[in-house]
């Protein structure tokens, strides 16, 4: 039985000209380490500029970082940056948090693919098994780290993952890849390129994937290890630029199919028939299909005028999530020179989603082990936002950006303000300090708000059943997170480069349980069967504090080191009535690793040969006395690590890569065991790929 253990984070739109990106994954692979100068990102002000001058907390991790290090998943690479906590909960379930608590259903991190949000409607989060992109596509992702909701909104309030594909002009031509590794996992890859006519160009891909839920050894789950998940990706893009036009359109989509055992019950009283359970075999479907357009129009004067266009369909069919959601996003946002050497940037967005969720009858209700339910099965989500962002040169030296969003929203019928103020300095012609303070905001989700999460258990031998429902809210306020930053940047041409931070935030309106009611089902006879009822309510707000630090060193041209060191101290409060005599729910807010370090080292050999090893350590939490007195709360300390070797004789054969993942960490777990989590194993595989699109044929 799967859990989902999904941990939202955020993303940001590729806004920039597709033209001026150029982003040629054959030439990523092999370029050295680019200057701070030299690299670009969008995603701290929807334009591209010099990572150097971005006053924010930003880091960018290339495709030859992503390429070298293995990575299998969006989730695998977001490991080689600062500032995220990154656990892996199973064989393809993870917690991802910045800033904040790794926690379930957690949103405070907004994921894009090229413009696109992969949140799940239901509960505002990512699914991150349930990205469709394929890792061969992806030019570079960039991690903003602190609130950027003035440029993307709601849900960018502890960081953004923007993760940026490569145009089809520049996407893998004629590519084929085999997978194949221990614990049953099978990875096959193609991926097709070409131009049509003089201005446009088509890219396509299809991945199919077969693992094993778990890569464990533990006695629970020896009796299904024959499970398996079957993942389909696929994807299309079309680039057309001619002129002062930039047209883009894609179209994708993921499936995944994952064998599980289920088991439904049947207590006495409500089915004196029926046998008391029935346990069985069954597979559970999750999907997602997309299509859009991007156009970016070059005016006079140095205007430029973007639109993005997105209709997106999900669903899933767990019990616990029986929904399905069409959405329809639209952004747009005109971005003009004006005076002092200013930049101003003026946008709208709407977000209309059609959800619609599953239905329950009484019985049903009472004879599923853990169930989603709701008195609105049906119900259009609406949310629209306006938003200025004015970057101005001050002098040559001093840049000081002043930006706001107002975004309304019809589940709360609230419009919240979402500003931001940043600045920053050259000390010289390789050093930039710089400063800012924001507020961003958690889109709110009907999870919260109206809907409830019912868990059954059922004791056959006593014929009892114990039913307890944690209902939403709407008297609900929305969370927010306000805060301060303070940064350093230095280099030295493609040599070296540093990036340090840190800050203070105030995260508002934190949720928690409090219990309502504790009595009996509604049945003819109420002395089997037994209710509690909980409530969600916000009495809880936290104050984080701390820092990252981040090096990426080219020792010698062959030879790159990456390294990053980042700590976070959360401190909890509670106002309200369940906090009167108990410490520990604010206590809770604070159990978390404090330590986070990351290594990446990248050797390229021969022109053959290269080699690659990483190493992820994540430091043990403490429990406050207020807390818990219970070790099974404990946050483990993880230590491990991850390697490639690759070869590959001449360009026109394939290359032959091997790797291993969790080295030092065989069987141990990432999260609490009071979380139950599955333990991860070591595993390795051999990858067969060839690039037959670059052989020449008539040879």
Partial sequence: MRFTFPIAIASSLLTAPLAAADFDLDSLLEMPLCSLADTKVVSATRTAQSLADTAASVYVITAKEINRSGARSVADALALAPGLHVAKYSNYDWGITARGQNQALSNTLLVMVDGRSVFNPMFSGVDWDLIPVSMDNIAQIEVVLGPVGTIWGGNAV??????????????????????????????YQLHESTQIGEYGYLSGYFEFVDHMPWTSDEERVQPVQDYNVYTERFGM????????????????????????QWMNFYPAFIYPERPESHIFDTEMTMEEYFA???????????????????????????????????????????SMASYWNSQLTLG???RVIQEQLATYSFEERHSIPYVRITDEPDFLNQSYGIYANWNVDITDDVKFILGNRWQYNNLTHSVDAQPQVRLSYALSDNQRVWAGWGKAVVTPSRLELDTAFQRNRYDEDKGFLETKLFNGSNTLDIESVKTYELGYRAWSGKHWQLNMGAYYSVHDNIRAYREVNNGRLDSDDSDLSSLKEYEYIDPLWSETMGGEIALKWQLIEPLQINTNYSYKRIVGHCEGAICGSNDAVKRQLENQPNHYVNAQVMWDITPQWWASASMQYVSESKLHRDFVDDPSYIWPKVLSFDASVSWQYADCAPRITGSVENLGADQSTEFPDSQQPFQNGTQYWLTLDWNYGAVDWTR
């Fill in 237 to 260: 893009r079309f680039d057309y630029q001619k002129f002062a036009h930039t047209v883009s359109v894609q179209a994708g989509g993921i499936r995944s199919r994952e064998d599980y």
């Fill in 292 to 334: 859009g357009l991007q156009h970016i129009q070059e005016l006079d004067d140095d205007a430029i005028w973007k639109n993005d266009f997105w209709l997106t369909y999900s669903s899933n069919d767990g019990t616990d999530r029986d929904a399905s959601f069409l959405r329809f996003d639209l952004d747009s946002n005109y």
């Fill in 158 to 187: 502890n960081g953004v993952i923007n993760i940026i594909t490569s145009e089809a002009e520049s996407a893998p031509d004629g590519k084929l890849a085999i997978k194949e590794g221990n614990y049953g996992y099978s990875e």
């Fill in 348 to 350: 709208v967005n709407a």
